[in-house]
């Protein structure tokens, strides 16, 4: 979709603000002790080893294992692990997409997107099966019915795998991680949609929990491998859990995993600057937990960090052009909103429940522009005062650029390394130019 709107020179004259009043940018750096799994094969093997009921398999049954849509650096790997030592036993393991409406709801949109973050046949070494079949196992509290996918129940057993963390819609003892895995990904579409309007009615908090453990009940799952991962996106711990104490074991391996969660360093901003948003970074596209937005039904907004405007820049291709979670920014760059799916963008609201979240914001035709508007948009006397930081995504808040009014701030903290500065640069197109972050260029 190509957007006509007024051009960039139309639109940076609405005000006085020229692109030389911006203060001067920082390149910082938050300085953490980041535990991380120095073998990650072994680790998983050990996890695989803390789950009882797999030793109680006879040779040749079937193991179906969970895959997501999330971008979890150290996932390619424990799968293979995973399967590599279930092979080993004489079992037969298959992976299955578990992501709900993710991938458009399709299977082959759906082994696209596990293609996408390298989980291939090739590189785990068994099937993948990708049907959205369910079946109705049973039914909640309130006489909602509870689905699984059917190539979960034809397995002889069932094997979590998944990150676990804080959720970027809700809070309660269990958010995002082995329970949610189960519900929503062998719920697939179907369960998914069901499962978010529970949840629109009675609360994540409340409906995860119960609804994991009727899935536990009512399906072969024997288990769960949960990986907590650092600030730097490498996983600090690797743990095997039996289906038997989910329910008590992932409260305690999600409070570890908040201890290690990244935070951008500043609470009270302008403008932030978010390169690229997309599914493999977040459900939401922007983890709502690290730009202090939710904007979900029946949740409560989150008290920090303040920010006035946010701008993103562009779409990740592993998105295939979902961009749920775009209604958290407040400006978009002209590529983003050129690059949305809307009809994978809709399927995916449909599924989650809350239509505010795909609402497209102002858009820009350039990333001068949103900087230029910035200083109109957020109440600052002058443009030289914006508090404004950039990041590369919201998986790697802790290492940025920001004006010179929040430099001077962090400048005397124990935690944070500041290593060059220059002024905004733009190349003849309105750019952004700087690098240090990634991608330097607006290439998504």
């Known amino acids: 979709m190509e957007f006509e709107f007024p051009g960039r020179d139309r639109l940076e004259s609405t005000n006085d603000v020229e692109l030389s009043d ?4 920082y390149r910082i750096s938050c300085v953490r002790d980041y535990p991380t799994v120095s073998n990650v094969t072994a680790a998983t093997i050990d996890a695989v080893n803390d789950i009882p009921a797999l030793d109680e398999l006879e040779p040749g049954s079937t193991v179906g294992i969970t895959a997501g849509s999330r971008g979890i650096e150290d996932l390619p790997a424990v799968l293979e692990a995973i399967v590599s030592e279930l092979k080993s036993r004489g079992l037969d393991p298959f992976v299955f997409p578990a992501m709900g409406s993710h991938g458009g709801a399709t299977p082959e949109g759906q082994r696209e997107t596990l293609a996408t973050l390298d989980i291939t046949p090739d590189r785990i070494g068994c099937e993948i099966k990708s049907s959205l079949a369910v079946e109705q196992v049973g039914s909640d509290s309130t006489g909602r019915p509870v689905y699984a996918a059917e190539d979960a129940l034809d397995a002889d057993a069932v094997l979590l795998a998944n990150r676990i963390k804080l959720h970027t819609d809700f809070e309660g003892d269990v958010e995002s991680g082995l329970c949610k895995m189960a519900v929503v990904g062998l719920g697939k ?94 459900g939401t596209g922007l983890d709502t937990n690290v730009i202090g937005r939710v904007k979900f039904q029946g949740q409560i907004e989150l008290d920090k960090p303040s920010l006035s405007r946010v701008y993103v820049r562009s779409l ?97 903290r124990d935690d944070i390394r500041i290593h060059e500065d220059q002024p905004w640069v733009f190349d003849e197109h309105g750019e952004l130019e700087m690098g240090g972050l990634g991608e330097s260029q607006h290439d998504g």
């Open 22 to 25: 911006l203060p001067r940018a």
């Open 189 to 282: 579409q179907r369960g998914a949609n069901n499962m978010h309007n529970a949840a629109l009615d009675r609360g994540f908090a409340s409906v995860i929990p119960e609804w994991a453990g009727i899935l536990i009940e009512e399906t072969p799952i024997v288990g769960g491998v949960g990986i907590i991962e650092n600030a730097e996106e490498q996983a600090a711990e690797i743990h095997g859990v039996p289906a038997k104490d989910l329910l008590e074991v992932e409260p305690e391996l999600l409070e570890r995993s908040k201890e290690l969660f990244p935070e951008l360093p500043v609470d009270d901003l302008d403008l932030l600057v978010v390169d690229k948003m997309g599914k493999e970074i977040s």
């Open 316 to 412: 990740t291709p592993p998105s295939h052009g979902n961009a749920l979670g775009v209604g958290l920014a407040d400006l978009v760059h002209r590529d983003l909103a050129s690059d949305i799916d809307f009809e994978d963008t809709y399927v995916n609201i449909v599924t989650s429940g809350e239509p505010s979240r795909a609402k497209l914001p102002f858009v820009v035709p350039s990333d001068a522009t949103a900087f230029v508007l910035s200083a109109s948009m957020t109440g600052v006397t002058s443009a030289s005062d914006l508090r404004i930081a950039r990041i590369k995504s919201t998986l790697t808040p802790e290492e940025l650029w920001v004006s010179e009014p929040v430099a001077e701030e962090l400048a005397d």
